[in-house]
């Protein structure tokens, strides 16, 4: 059974980058596609966006598009969450998970979770 960690997170202002990780033990992250989910206070936790387990496909949420790069370096088990141009409304405790899928969307779709990581971004 695979275990995820995320790193990464913070407080930036408005306009800033982060760079989220999500590191996999127990596993091997190649056989997963992998995704990034995130949940504000008093929200649902909502898609960001996944990774098929190649790399080759991707998939984003339409709020994040443009800004957000998902991306996995197989060599270091670890996937990626590249954030520019970051708003206030990307606030969030952001988590990563584990699919068998080929690019799962949904959150029934995801085997495994981190803990998740505090984004904050002050305006």
């Known amino acids: 059974q695979v275990q995820l960690v995320e790193s990464g997170g913070g407080l930036v202002q408005a306009g800033g980058s982060l760079r989220l990780s999500c590191a996999a033990s127990?596993?091997?992250?190649?056989?997963?596609?992998m995704g990034w989910f995130r949940q504000a206070p008093g929200k649902e936790r909502e898609f960001v966006s996944a990774?098929?387990?190649?790399?080759?496909?991707?998939d984003y949420a339409d709020s994040v598009k443009g800004r957000f790069t998902i991306s996995r370096d197989g060599t270091k088990n670890t996937a990626y969450l590249q954030m520019n141009s970051l708003k206030p409304e990307d606030t969030a405790v952001y988590y990563c998970?584990?699919?068998?899928?080929?690019?799962?969307?949904?959150?029934?779709?995801?085997?495994?979770w981190g803990q998740g990581t505090q984004v904050t971004v002050s305006s």
């Open positions: 127990g596993g091997t992250l190649s056989s997963y596609a």
């Open positions: 998970a584990a699919s068998f899928r080929i690019l799962p969307k949904p959150r029934y779709e995801y085997d495994y």
């Open positions: 990774i098929s387990r190649s790399g080759g496909t991707t």
